[in-house]
T-cell receptor
């Protein structure tokens, strides 16, 4: 079955640095992949969607890459701020049409 | 536009009881999906409803069921509660069109089973 793996260890970085989060998937070749942000006690909030033919997508300080050969997506936050501290989830539609999520990576940006 | 709302926000039940959770989607959205989130398993897909029909189902036992009404509001029911059902239950709504869609999540219902 399709599986998504995100780095389960929390990522701690200094304000102003670039945060890079990884999402790897197996047993499937999705046509698109999504990234969400989740704050404690809240539901996830959609950030970006990238299609397999786009390779890279940007939105303000966010950048997502999609490498279908490596079966990997990277999520970057440039000039990170303490307000970026949250858990970031990647998600893809599996062959059955269900949206499945990775476990998420907790990001902590220290001032 | 009002966001997705879920009621109740918090719930405490005992083993063996049943529970019903409610979700009101964003106006105009016809698809409602339900997810269970636990620290160990993360976000797991329960089921999706579109136009009052279950369109997709995850790998959960039959104790978990749902329905959708003609106004797109959805309910989820869990019968014979077990301790392991303690979780944050999230619903998400979308337009329901074919292809990738943004899922708009509600704040969740936190269920504690004692």
């Amino acid at each position: 079955s399709q599986k998504i793996e995100q780095n389960s260890e929390a990522l701690n970085i200094q304000e102003g640095k670039t945060a890079t989060l990884t999402c790897n998937y197996t047993n499937y070749s999705p046509a698109y992949l999504q990234w969400y942000r989740q704050d404690p006690g809240r539901g996830p909030v959609f950030l970006l969607l990238i299609r397999e033919n786009e390779k890279e997508k940007r939105k303000e300080r966010l950048k997502v890459t999609f490498d279908t050969t490596l079966k990997q997506s990277l999520f970057h936050i440039t000039a990170s701020q303490p307000a970026d501290s949250a858990t970031y989830l990647c998600a893809l539609y599996n062959q059955g049409g269900k949206l499945i999520f990775g476990q998420g990576t907790e990001l902590s940006v220290k001032p | 536009k009002a966001g997705v709302t879920q009621t109740p926000r918090y719930l405490i039940k005992t083993r063996g009881q049943q529970v019903t959770l409610s979700c009101s989607p964003i106006s105009g959205h016809r698809s409602v999906s339900w997810y269970q989130q636990t620290p160990g398993q993360g976000l797991q897909f329960l089921f999706e409803y579109f136009s009052e029909t279950q369109r997709n189902k995850g790998n959960f036992p039959g104790r978990f069921s749902g329905r959708q009404f003609s106004n797109s509001r959805s309910e989820m029911n869990v019968s014979t509660l077990e301790l392991g059902d303690s979780a944050l239950y999230l619903c998400a709504s979308s337009l329901g069109a074919a292809g990738p869609e943004t899922q708009y999540f509600g704040p969740g219902t936190r269920l504690l089973v004692l």
